[in-house]
């Protein structure tokens, strides 16, 4: 048993270079277990490289990873079996139904029996149990993050990183999704996500960084990066926007 | 409006990638080169100018055939979809579209070739020649418009569960007569062979009998070779209008109709297609054995064999083919080669499963994120690959050798199984290495959606199980002694076979998989390319 105090993510001088693209450029960052963790960051920050990293879909140029105290790089099993994937706009075994594809992965993990209650629940909390015949490629975008987050939680991992989980998603679907996250960081799991819906992560967000140029320009409580702000005006503030000339010919 | 479009296909022709445009400009003018100079040996008189209509039949027959031996195959390079939200009438648009159609390698290398057809009218003087010029070019709008429109209506009919199936027919038709054909022909040349007598029968090759020329000259695609010679000839307008006239109207026609398919599909709203079939057809299948690693995956591919689209074709075709050629060997003097389709049969199931990866596109991230989960992966495609294709070419070889007491039967039966080893281990090694990226998973819901084109992969693979299919065989009689030798030499060559390759398949995929991952991501193989690049 490893001591609580090992955080679940820790990302040390994490750098990420596409040719001559520096994508990210030494950050460093380190979650607690237990916390609902948030990364928000203008678009080509950086936040999906270093959660595609996070969860070994991409070999960093420098830098360590580790997942609740395995190396992602030397005990890369150990690490990956602590963690839940969710990332966005990646395909599934499309030619499966909800219940073929969660028996699918329960297969490719070897779980115990305990996986078909745990997904009947799961179908059923996502509304997923109501289209049983329906392939995954006939699925709705909100449909298809409510099955990424089944699959992501089925095997009970200890970490879940999340790729903008609530982009182009309905409000209800949201809710669903939300409700799921919230039992489960209270049950103990640590969630890591990106996302450019600020509210979300205000509410629910125990710290978050703002992340931009593949940099973290700031990071720690909610409250705290807020700074007595609304978290949108923060990170308009620390981001920056230019301002918009008017356009006369909308007049 | 049709000047902007024709930059717009310039600049994405400039800026797309080459790889693939570049092969088969280089390859169509080598063999347009050789038409050429046929057709001077021809108007020197070395050669039979039959030969020439032989070879402008052939190539027209690629314009119209082609489009169905490739259903998976998009080729139009202006997306429909970037200019469905323009305030265009469909009609003007489908109307300016239709002349980019005549930019790309296929006009370009066809123009090369019918150009034989003014080197076969230079005889007859510069009128003729001229003449020819303009058969040529009005040949080449035929055909253009030929193709075009066949591919459109695949296109078409791809949507559909009745169409899908009438490609993998014509398909396995296509590939039983490209593999069996040559059969009945060889049979005629070497009648005994089945009773070890090679005495060949010498037929005369040199001259062409007038009525088959005449024949492919009254096809379209002869159209143009019936005008060059009348001109040639001196024959008169008579003999030299109609087919130019022909060519032209029908090539019309032919445009008119492409016209009208795509301004219809200009007019459908926006939508995502969906499939018209239920949506998870048949009882998904369940095994108790589901609970494995390796079993998860067997059930995950044989369900995506039966309900993915493309897969679908390809699993029909390589399915139809075998007892298509059984057909056509049957009706010949070598009934006795029967046997052998056995081995062709894992031939064509290692070519249809050569892209698997590049098929299942980005859903690769599960695999790669799940402890254990590559080499499970690498089991079950070699598993479910042994169900659908390997066992059942073995068990054809065994019935055809049973249902025709063949000299060959032994041979064919090793032939089958060396063959089934090669084909089930190194069809997932070549999706690995030589992936074909088209368009990802989630984004194709009927075959005629750009899956990628796994030409190469299987062109790979397919001498490498045939040879796996015939070295048991010629060892085995290079050996000397009783047959079994030459089914334990197969034993021997499938047991290494399976024993090395997936090894190195998951290695590959351990060491390149996130690079695969990415190549599918963003739809381009070099990106893979560059990865090996980086890490050798």
Redesign the interface.
């Known amino acids: 048993m490893r001591a609580p105090s090992v955080p679940a993510v820790e990302v040390v001088d994490l750098t990420q270079r596409f040719g001559s693209v520096l994508a990210v450029d030494r950050i460093s960052l380190s979650i607690p277990p237990g916390t609902f963790y948030g990364i928000v960051g203008p678009n080509g920050a950086g936040k999906t490289t270093t959660l595609t990293a996070v969860?070994?879909?991409?070999?960093p140029t420098s830098g360590s990873i580790t997942i609740a105290g395995h190396d992602l790089r030397t005990a890369?099993?150990?690490a990956?079996?602590q963690?839940g994937?969710m990332?966005d706009?990646?395909?599934?075994?499309?030619?499966?139904?909800a219940?073929?594809v969660l028996?699918?992965?329960?297969?490719?993990?070897?779980?115990d029996d305990g996986w078909r209650k745990r997904a009947g629940d799961l179908l059923e909390i996502l509304g997923l149990d109501a289209?049983p015949?329906?392939?995954?490629?006939?699925y709705s975008t909100g449909m298809?993050k409510k099955i990424n987050l089944a699959?992501a939680l089925l095997h009970r991992p200890r970490v879940l990183v999340l790729d903008e989980p609530f982009e182009a998603i309905d409000p209800v679907s949201a809710h669903a999704i939300e409700q799921v996250l919230r039992q489960y960081v209270d049950g103990g799991g640590t969630v890591v996500m990106s996302s450019h819906i600020m509210d979300f992560v205000e509410r629910n967000c125990r710290r978050v960084a703002v992340v931009a140029g593949g940099r973290v320009l700031v990071e720690g409580p909610v409250e705290e990066v807020a700074a007595g702000a609304t978290l949108n005006e923060r990170f308009v503030d620390l981001v920056g926007a230019d301002p918009v000339r008017p356009l006369e010919w909308l007049a | 409006m049709t000047r902007t479009l024709f930059a717009l296909k310039l600049r994405l022709f400039r800026n797309g990638p080459h790889n693939e445009r570049g092969f088969s400009l280089v390859a169509g003018l080598v063999l347009a080169a050789l038409v050429v100079v046929g057709a001077r040996l021809a108007a020197r008189g070395a050669m039979h100018e039959g030969w020439v209509a032989v070879a402008v039949t052939v190539w027209g027959g690629m314009w119209v055939f082609g489009p169905l031996a490739q259903p998976r195959h998009d080729p139009s390079v202006i997306s429909r979809e970037w200019l469905r939200g323009y305030p265009l009438r469909p009609w003007r648009l489908a109307r300016a579209l239709s002349w980019t159609e005549l930019l790309g390698v296929g006009p370009l290398i066809t123009v090369a070739c019918l150009s034989s057809l003014v080197v076969l009218a230079a005889p007859g003087g510069p009128a003729a020649g001229a003449i020819a010029a303009v058969a040529a070019l009005a040949q080449l709008y035929l055909l253009v418009w030929a193709g075009k429109t066949v591919a459109a209506l695949a296109a078409w009919l791809l949507r559909t569960r009745a169409g899908m199936t009438l490609a993998a027919v014509q398909t396995a038709v296509m590939l039983a007569l490209s593999f069996a054909g040559w059969v009945p022909v060889a049979a005629w040349l070497l009648p005994q062979l089945g009773e070890g007598d090679t005495a060949l029968v010498t037929p005369a090759l040199g001259r062409l009998p007038a009525s088959v020329t005449d024949l492919l000259a009254t096809l379209p695609t002869g159209w143009g070779y019936a005008a060059a010679l009348a001109a040639r000839d001196g024959a008169g307008p008579g003999a030299v209008v109609p087919p130019l006239v022909a060519l032209l109207a029908v090539g019309a026609l032919l445009q008119l109709g492409w016209i009208a398919l795509t301004a219809r599909a200009l007019r459908r709203p926006p939508r995502p297609p969906?499939?018209r079939r239920?949506?998870?057809p048949g009882r998904?299948p369940v095994s108790p054995l589901?609970?494995?690693?390796v079993?998860?995956?067997v059930?995950?591919e044989l369900?995506?064999w039966l309900?993915?689209p493309a897969r679908g074709v390809e699993l029909r075709s390589a399915w139809l083919t075998p007892p298509l050629m059984a057909l056509i060997i049957a009706f010949s003097e070598w009934w006795w080669a029967l046997p052998l389709v056995g081995p062709a049969a894992a031939v064509f199931g290692a070519m249809v499963a050569t892209n698997t990866y590049a098929l299942?596109?980005?859903?690769l991230?599960?695999?790669?994120?799940?402890?254990?989960?590559l080499k499970?992966d690498v089991r079950g495609r070699m598993a479910a690959w042994a169900v659908l294709f390997g066992l059942p070419s073995l068990a054809l070889a065994a019935a055809l050798w049973a249902a025709t007491g063949s000299p060959v039967g032994g041979a064919a039966v090793g032939g089958a199984l060396a063959a089934a080893a090669v084909g089930c281990a190194g069809a997932p090694l070549l999706a690995v290495v030589m992936p074909a990226v088209g368009a990802?998973?989630?984004d194709?819901?009927h075959p005629g959606q750009r899956a990628g084109d796994p030409t190469g992969g299987q062109m790979t693979i397919f001498p490498v199980v045939l040879l796996a299919a015939v070295l048991p065989g010629v060892l085995g009689g290079v050996a000397g002694g009783p047959r079994w030798v030459g089914v334990l030499i197969a034993v021997g060559l499938s047991a290494a076979v399976l024993a090395v390759t997936p090894v190195l398949t998951l290695r590959l995929l351990q060491r390149r998989g996130?690079a695969l991952?990415?190549a599918m991501?963003s739809r381009d193989a070099a990106v893979l390319r560059a990865s090996t690049r980086g890490a050798s």
């Open positions: 969860c070994g879909l991409r070999e890369r099993e150990a990956l079996a963690l994937v990332m706009g990646l395909s599934l075994p499309e030619r499966l139904t219940t073929e028996r699918y992965s329960a297969g490719l993990r070897g779980l289209v015949r329906t392939l995954v490629v006939e298809r699959l | 969906r499939p239920p949506a998870a998904p589901t609970m494995t690693p079993s998860a995956v059930a995950r369900a995506t309900r993915d299942d596109g980005t859903a991230w599960q695999p790669l994120t799940t402890p254990g989960a499970a990802d998973a989630r194709r819901i996130t991952l990415d991501a």
